[in-house]
């Protein structure tokens, strides 16, 4: 008998080269997890398997049935699917989204669903219809969002890896507050068909993981072009994605965007960053500035793309052929109930931002400017990337806050998002890693580069994850950080 | 600055029923909300084009090939008023 | 009194339902006749998740479309969505072209044609309350089969000016359609609707009326009708010194009432925005080769052959062309002559089958739905043109060829039908004829002509209608020596 407790420290790749070895029963891993999965308190699952799976098939697959929590954005066959909202409440769909099908086909199992701000709106998981996620590392504290669920699930060791979704900074936010690696791929890289959509022009799926390789390994199952994905491009030929092995970063550059790094950083993180970068240069690294002169305005821009596409996005749910439905005499009384009673308030002030921003003589003002902010930005990014390989920052301005810390206060909440947002204007990929704590809490070092530069942000953030050395094992479930 | 009437416009059209208190609560914040958004128009735009898609990709159609559609039971199953073989509503008149 | 005299102006937009296999933007089958909610898939019922692609074939189409009536395609396929919500809309947004049109330009018929875009049919509601129509329905039921059928919106300037030229527009836009393949067009069945936009204003002036909108006539018939009622309308409110409202009307065939549809009168706001789920797809050389390709002979160009080639009257030729089921009946009967393709066989049996046929059949009646064959028709017009039979007995041919089908030429034999002539045969029964009316004689001796019919007369009574009434003229004269 193997002991239960170290059967979940494994990473998800020891774990594969143990089954593969015939050292570790996939079915006795899935248990493991699946019984820690159960009786956790942070609230990090809405749904988890009742029973262990026949996983013999599966152990004979590249990924061999290892565990894989998916959050609850992603439509699972038959397996409850509501996306953070009282709305899809119990909602069960007739199919897969095409990245939960890859992954099962690549030999995981579906160990449960992730909690999540509604619908991806949030960035403190205090969204949920379903119940804030408590952060791992301090139980008052928000796993940050809106794929706290995953995150939490992963750094807590209830799940070795998971997926999330970013749309403005939806895994790579907490991620750092948690203390993993997350993984925001290049749009168009993964298909975005099964998930359930929040800003379509924005949203992609990537990896939570306990560290680089495991990101790595779980992302180079997830690309591909999708035809049921008119967005989805895959990644270019030859361009597979390798698990990154290189300790040294000789002859990297390293570009710090003086346009974002100034004001509303907290001291402790600014610390992190800094050492972060002194341990960069010290395996070879250059650090120089760069400019995104535009990159200011991306909140503004963000804040008006994405509840406009969300706003039209959501609009499918009307009480008519799925989800829930409030009784009225009349079809508009039901339209405008059903969406009173079962959509959360967060998401219903984006509606009403985004139907605003859309509407007849504001479009030219909000939307069409906000694209045009877009073709700036993304400039910006590529002039930058003509001068260094990757652009550097903190994840988040802040280490995780207080439950109920921002929840008054919208728009402090979206500051959250400050350093993640440019980039998912810009569509390219960019990972989280901890790079050390600031009051015991986790640093996420954000790394970003060009469209489809995955191999290379990996290979960065492996050779820094072992100069880092971080402990990711949270220091004080279930009470203060010491 | 969206007042009282703006909101409730802007609901109308996206279908939300509101509250007062929430017709009050949503003119504060989204007037705050849109005064930062509109620090945008500090911006020359006049000759930036628009950005709809960041990752070019060409020829997405598909062929007009036909695929299964769904079991009959499958898609009336999460239906909140089944009837008819079909998905029932209210009439459109009060 | 109307004192005033007023110009009509009607515009048209013209909803057609594209010949594909499958939906615009899923691979669901477009069958007919199947139980309600039997071809519907995650994308078409607008499940969480699901995304739209499009059909390559119906932008083929579209092209098609395009190119029948000279118009411009656009150098892009871009997308938009048009928002609304109606139980029939699953998305809450039609899929449909905003500010780039697949099709712009063009002229058929001599009516400008403003744009031809492509977008999505909304699916069927059935009413389940009282009346069938919207006013005072209980409840409805959706039936999602043919939701998201391929759909080109044609829509005309405001060119024509009465409801008989509409009816003509709308009879050689059919055709056009019909041979071009890319549509049932048949207007019972819904795969070919028209909107009018119809205003007046006092002759002579030009600028534009106040316009209401007469929606969902699904016959020609309606269509003129409609707007002659509707044309009395605005000219009676014009008279009487009052306003003419904008509003979309219902024309009630039964009654003749026109009714206005207030559910949709409430101002529309459709909030388009480029659908961020379907990048624009080039419309490349290729394509446009591909679509010019496969264009048929259109029914200008083969009322033109038909005038060159075969010398037809022009409007022998038009009534041809613009009915493509009787143009093409007609060319399959000359292929089928005896005698050859020629004007000399093209004529006679172009004026048999628009005249004799048609008229025996009704005017609106596809001949190949009748027991007369094209080879059977050429054979019969073969046997009159060569005088085996009279046009009088030929006619006697063409009422068995409708009642009961079957080969002219034995017709003619088991009916005793074949013409009575030369010198041999008719000699005698003219001689018998002159000599049973010898007043008739005497005065046809004398020159005087006219009773020549009688004569005539007596002789077709002798032969049962199978003599020549040239011939008998000719033997007369000859008997009498005039
Ligand atoms: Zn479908």
Redesign the interface.
Known sequence: MTNLTNLTDLTAKAAVDAIAAGDLDAAELFTAYREAAAAEDLNAYTWVADQTPDLSAAAALPLRGVPLAVKDLFCTQGVPSQAGSKILEGYRPPYDATVVAQLAAAGTSLLGKTNQDEFAMGSSNENSAYGPVKNPWDHTRVPGGSSGGSAAAVAAGLAPWALGTDTGGSIRQPAALCGIVGLKPTYGSVSRYGMIAFASSLDQAGPFARDVTDAALLYSHMHGRDPRDATSVGRPDADAIALPTGERLDGLRLGVPDDLTGEGVEPGVWTAFEAALETAKGLGATVERVALPHAGYGLNAYYVIAPAEASSNLARFDGVRYGARAEADDLITMYTKTRHDYMGTEVKRRILIGTYALSSGFYDAYYASAQKVRTLIARDFTTAFAGVDLIVTPTSPGVAFPLGAKTEDPLSMYLNDIFTIPISLAGIPALSLPCGLSEGLPVGLQLAGPAFSENRILEAAYALEQAFAFDNTPSAIGGAPS | MIDRTQVLHVARLARLQLTDDEVERMSTELSSILDHIETISELDLSDVAPTAHVVASEGALRADAPRASLDHDVALAQAPDPADDGFRVPSPQA | MSTTTYETVIGLEIHVQLK???KMF????LTFGE????????VC???????????????HLGIMIGHALGCEIAPRMKFD?K?Y?Y?DS????QISQFDEPLCAGGEIGGVRINRVHLEEDAAKT?H??ASGR???????????NRGGTPLAEIVTEPDIHSAEQAGEFLRLLRTTLRVLGVSDVNMEEGSLRCDANISIRPAGTTELGTKTELKNMNSFRYIERGIRAEVARQTALLDAGERIVQETLHFDPRTERLTSMR?KEEAQ?Y????E???????VDAAMLDRARAAMPELPAARQARFEADLSLHPDTAKLLAWRSELGDWFEAALAASPDGVSPQTAGPLANWTTNELLTRLGGDVDPATSKVTPAAMAQLVALVTARTVTAGAGKEVLDTLIAEGGDPAQIVEAKGLGAVGGEDTLAPIVAEALAANPDIAERLRGGDMKPMGVIIGHVMKATKGRADGGEVTKLVRAQLGV
């Open positions: 594909t296999a499958t899923c691979g669901c089958e139980p309600p909610n039997t071809r519907v898939c995650p019922l607008a499940l969480p998740g699901a995304l739209p692609v499009g059909n390559a074939e119906a932008i969505r928002q919500f139980p699953p998305k809450g947004y059935i389940a309350g919207i006013h005072g329905s209980e409840a409805s039921v959706v039936d999602f559910s706001d909030r388009y925005f480029p961020p789920d379907l990048v624009p797809v080039p």
